[in-house]
Every structure is written in C-alpha cells, then in structure tokens.
C-alpha cells in the first residue's frame, strides 16, 4: 500500500509542476498559478472518484494538496530564476505520471466493482481529464483535442491491464500496463504522431 | 422497463450523433470526436445522478458506451464519404433525444424523492447539460445561450409532466410532456423564435 | 439554524444578481441569464457537496431556486429600466455574500469530518467556484484568475477561521473569519491590491 501512496504523490507532484508552467505560458498569474496547478494533479482522480461514488481520494490525505503547493512553489522559484521551461524533461516526467495514473485509475474502478469497459474510461478519466479541466478553466482548447495520442496512450494502457488480468497477476498487469502508456506516449511525442478521423475539406481555411 | 432502455439508448445515440458533427464543424479531429460526442451523450444524466446522488447511469451498463462508440464511428464514416452535414433531419432527430431526456431526467428525480421544482431542474439539466459541456470543452460560447428556447422547451416539458401527474398515470403524462417538449422545439426551430430578457442598447457594438 | 439558513438564502440572492448582471455584461441573453445566475449562486456549494459527499443544499430546499430567480428577475428589470449598471453597491453585497460562503463552507466540511486543509480549500471552494463556473460557461477567462485577491481572501478566512477553533467559541470565531474576509475583500478592491507569482519577461507582448 505504502509504495503505491508513494507513486501517487508523485504522479500528482509531476502533474502540479505540469500545471504550473502552463499556467505560466498562458500567463496566468497569482493564486491562478496554484488553482491550475491544483485541477491539473488531482481533477482526474476526482471526478473518477465522484462518479464511482467512492471517498474523493484527497479529501482524509492533507498529503496531496501539501504536495501540490510545494511543487507549485519550488515550479514558481525556478521559472522565476532560471527563465528556462524545461522541454523534454517535463514532457518524459508527465508521461510517467500519466501512466502511473491511467493504471491506478483502472485499478480502482475494478475494485469498485464496474465492468471492465467502464474501468477503462475511468482510468482515461484519471489521466487525462484534470488537463482537460485546466485548459477549460484557463479557457484554452484542451490540449487532448490536439496532442498526439495523449487519450488513445491511456485508453490502450487500460485495455492492455483488464486484458492481462485475465491471465497474469495483479502486479504484473500494471507493470506491463504502466510500460505500454509510457512507451506509447513517448513514442507518440518522439516521432509526432497524430490521429486523424476527418477529411477536412480544406486544412487551409481554419 | 425494456422499452424506456431502449428509448433511453436511442437517445444517447442521437445525442452522440449530433455531438460528433459538432465536432466536425469545430473541426476537433482524433479522440477528440469521441470525447465531444460521449459528453453530449451522457454529460446531462450524470450530472443529474451525481445531483441526486443515485448511481451513474452508464456506470454499470456499458450498452451507453457501446452505442455512443458505434454512432460515432458511423458519423465519422458518413460524413467522410458523403461530406454533407444533415440538417434537418439531425434537428428533428435531436428533437426526439431531447423530448425523451427531460420527461426521463424529470421522471429519474421524482422517484429519487426531490420536490416538484427540483425534478424540473434536473429534467432540464438532462437534456441541456450534455451540450453545454460539450461547447465548453469545446471552448464555445454554449449553444443554449444563443439556440431557440433550447432551455425553456426542457423548463416546459418539465413543468408539464409534473403537473400532469397530478391528475393523470405517468404513461399519459410522460407522452403529453414529451409531446410538448417535441412540438415546442420543432416550433422554436421553424419560425426562429427566441427569447429576449435584456433590451441591448447597441447591438450592433459586440 | 433559522438564521444560518436566512443567510445562506442572501447569500445566494446577492451572488444570483452578480451573475445576472455579468451575464447582461457578457450580452447572454434569455434564459442564459438565469442559468449564469443560479451557476454563480449555488454552484461553489454543490461542487463542495458533492465532494464532501453529504446531500446537494437546493435538492430539497426550493428556497433557493426562487430566491434566484426572484433576484435574476428583479435585476433584469432593473437594468431594462434604468440601464445603470450598479458599481460599488454590488461589490460590497457580492463581498458580504463571499464572507457569508466561506464561511459556512468551511464549517460545513468540518462537520463532515474532513481534515482542517480540506474544510479550508472546501470554504474556498464555496465563495469562488460558482464565480469559476460562471465564466467557464461563459467562455471567459475566470476572473478569479485576474480579480484582486478574491481566492486569497477565502483562504485567509477558511485560515483564520480554523485557528480560532482551537481557542474560541464557533460563533465568535465564525463572526471574526467573515469580517476577515469581507474587509480583506473591500480593501483589495479598494486599493487595487493583487498577488504576482511570475516575472513575465515582456509584458506588452499579450
């Protein structure tokens, strides 16, 4: 149990320092800082939690939101000193947190007892919905719309671990699960790909 | 029971349908498709069982995935092969979708045991608030500020139907309030009546 | 308990004509009107519910579904008949109703067992969300983001209010949190005072 906690503060950790320097590219500024910060790291797992009608998960563990502020704080300080937004680094560190979160997403609307469909959507939820959250609340496209694959990383992840379940352990599934999203993601950053389901008429016009 | 879950899928199907090609004028590709057309779907009854605390509709029944995930593609299909965008036969279509979730949202809350004026919000919720997410995480300004008495046809059927049970079975209710939710829209569609609250003084200047 | 809720209706009545009148700002015409009313009056307390996982405050309480449309229709009369704009009145009502949110906000997750973080980030949730709503609907930037000090003043509340706990009585510690607030409140938008976290390089450039 303890491990897993673990992971999960990081995954939100990542996540906040994602939040914050898009919050800082958008030029928001203030408390807005934070309040992206905040949707970004936990709005998935949220909204996963309200909908499987089970204890918002952050709501007993002052953890998170102590986790939150301090990755907010130190992504502040260093924007603020160095000037520099990290590229790859960050991309590699929100891939991590993505497939921590698509895997315990999955994993939990399993042990709330949905079907195994429905598990797949929540762990999608988990990882992508806060991002979706924050561009709404920042009042851009959401970036899912547009980056390559960032949905279809998790919806794989997810259908890979309710597949695996079936025939190896608990653990076993999530690692492999965990490496798919990862790898998917990373690959989908390194040589751009995209999926494409319309012919638009005219690329040119919009 | 049978038939309302038809009618019920029906619904969703229409709603996704009408969600993709929205998509499509927004030009939103990928994912994104699915994403818009799922939340126009089933965006408005989970807000409305989430309000009232009952379980998520398409939690345990991934019949609603299923059919968004099969509207959608045929959508897609269409529109890429045809390249023509129905018109008024998706504003018919929608019309029905729309009757049918608020007498069904409205009907939902009254057995959950909320007052009268309660149950008429959360029919209206039921067949409004899947497109309003869909257009703010579509960052547009929402159709139901700006369509055809989108909200007071759902506020009409609504007031209808619990009135109506007063005096008569629910069946007979449920087909009077449809009816009017139906007739109500298509009328507001024909002739382009809208609703004015505020007397702009320029309206030329926005 | 009579009193609390007499306040919680005010509350509710002040944050509905704010609304209103930034829905008549926005040019939201008809029934957008109302829905931009009731999202800015009860929508920072039904995301704290339903995170806190108790019953929705206005399911079973229509009070508050007439207060806001009895004050969404006073103010729509009022601005057709006088086009006057109210300035400094409102801000004082809209930063008494504030006071009056977090703080019942916060008590309200107290009692429902959350540690003293999350009843702090729940009363801030309560004054700032149904504002947040508001502008995400209305496909604006939420002033939040850009507003003097508007979420610090719920925090600050929540802060002071939780500390007071340890050593004073509820009522007077509830009594000195929402002067807190609601001056903190009136002289940030009296002096103009904002919080900035980022050294933007070149201001002129957005």
Redesign the interface.
């Known amino acids: 149990m303890s491990y897993i906690a673990t992971f999960d503060l990081i995954g939100c950790g990542v996540f906040a320092i994602s939040g914050a320097i898009i919050a800082?590219q958008q030029?928001?500024?203030?408390?807005?800082?934070v309040?992206l910060a905040t949707v970004t790291a936990i709005g998935g797992g949220?909204v996963r939690d309200?909908?499987?009608?089970v204890?918002?998960f952050?709501?007993?563990q002052?953890n998170y939101?102590?986790t939150i502020i301090f990755a907010s704080i130190v992504t502040?300080l260093w924007?603020?000193s160095s000037?520099k937004i990290p590229g790859k680094s960050l991309e590699v560190a929100d891939a991590l947190g993505l497939a921590l979160f698509v895997v315990m997403g999955t994993e939990k609307a399993l042990s709330a007892g949905?079907?195994a469909?429905?598990a797949v959507?929540m762990g999608t939820l988990t990882g992508c919905f806060g991002g979706?959250l924050r561009d709404?609340?920042?009042?851009?496209?959401?970036l899912?719309?547009?980056k390559e694959l960032?949905?279809?990383c998790c919806?794989s992840g997810g259908l890979v671990y309710v597949t695996l379940l079936n025939f190896l352990s608990v653990h076993i599934s999530a690692i492999i699960a965990f490496l798919c999203v990862l790898l998917l993601r990373l690959a989908a950053l390194r040589w751009g790909w995209?999926?494409?389901?319309?012919?638009?008429?005219d690329h040119s016009s919009?």
Chains 1, 2, 3 share one sequence.
């Open positions: 800082f030029r928001v500024d203030g408390i807005g800082v309040v949220t309200l909908l499987l009608d204890p918002v952050w709501l007993h002052p939101i102590y502040i924007i603020n000037r949905v079907p469909v429905t959507i979706l709404v609340f920042a009042n851009q496209i959401p899912i719309f547009r960032y949905a279809v919806i995209s999926i494409h389901v319309f012919k638009f008429p919009h």
